[in-house]
């Protein structure tokens, strides 16, 4: 499958076979210019949507007519698991509750987390499986923070990490860059392409972290 970083929580998945996944797509120009990725390009089959706030969920903006994934069900053959989470770390009482999503793409199992608010527990650890690619925010504030998201990391054992949601020069959120969170790991590999290509045959031995600068 090939992994595209469109910027924030968005990324186009695409199989060998051409169905098209897009996740959380923000709205451009949204939050009174917080969010300043570029529109979308790519026209999808599915695309997730984790929670209804307008950095994610922004589906008018796509082109075509693609299912609208919010819970758990299958569209061209991929089956999307929803595990019910929240935004924040006092139940949803503060930014409300969040989906995870599971699926598998070409038999690599992927992960991704929208955002997620706190450390996930035993049993929600337990739902979403093994772990091939995991999609993780890690700027805080929002979200789980560096340190969080390094215990989420360790919990789920996946292969390899992309992290999201962070400080970019196209985000004016208050919440950090990526740096804080790659400290915390031995293996990072800094790519110079959006997107990249991930064999089931070929996934590292241990956890990697995956950089990849937004292609919007």
Known sequence: MKIKWNGHASFTITSTSGVIIITD????????????????????????????????????????????????????????????????????????????FCFEVDGVRVAHLGDLGHVLDDGQVKKMGKVDVLLIPVGGFFTIDAKQAAATVAKLAPKIVIPMHYKTNKVDFP?????????????????????VLIRKDNLPATTEVWVLPFAC
């Not at 299912?67 to 999307?80: A, C, L, P, T």
């Not at 790659?182 to 959006?194: C, E, I, R, W």
Request: without cysteine.
């Open 25 to 100: 797509p923000y709205e451009p120009g949204g939050f009174g210019g917080g969010i300043k990725y570029d529109p979308i390009p790519d026209q999808a089959d599915a695309v997730i949507v984790t929670h209804e706030h307008a950095d994610h969920n922004y589906v008018s903006g796509l082109k075509g007519k693609p299912v609208v994934v919010k819970s758990s069900q299958n569209v061209k053959g991929v089956s999307f698991e929803a595990i019910p989470v929240f935004h924040d770390s006092n139940q949803g009482s503060e930014r409300g509750k969040n989906t995870v």
């Open 175 to 195: 919440i950090q860059p990526a740096e804080a969170f790659l400290a915390l790991f031995p293996k990072v590999k800094k790519l110079d392409t959006s997107e």
